[in-house]
Nanobody, 116 residues
């Protein structure tokens, strides 16, 4: 079981920026895919962005050009830089990792609130 600790959420005005961080309890070399998901009230959890061990990235259409996912293997951390935030980005953001073994783990979530 990989333990994930998220941070960086908060309240920001529309047009502002936040950077989320997710620190893993194991070396990232044991992890295949790292991703950020979000869940707004009354909605299903959705993929926001993901990054593979080789650095390939994938983004939801709604965040392309505004959000950037990156990983620092030395710090065992994956980041989500969020720019030009919109009220529709308001949600609980969750970090997710899929290990090379196929097992996946979730963080506890961090709240992002964007005011208009």
């Amino acid at each position: 079981q990989v333990v994930l600790v998220e941070s960086g959420g908060g309240l920001v005005q529309a047009g502002g920026s936040l950077r989320l961080s997710c620190v893993a309890s194991v070396s990232l070399f044991r992890i295949n895919i790292m991703g950020w998901y979000r869940q707004a009230p009354g909605k299903q959890r959705e993929l926001v962005a993901s990054i593979t061990g080789g650095g390939s990235t994938n983004y939801a259409d709604s965040v392309k050009g505004r959000f950037t996912i990156s990983r620092d293997n030395g710090k065992r951390t994956v980041y989500l830089q969020m720019n030009s935030l919109k009220p529709d980005d308001t949600a609980v953001y969750y970090c997710n990792v899929v290990q090379n073994s196929g097992k996946d783990s979730w963080g506890q979530g961090t709240q992002v609130t964007v005011s208009s």
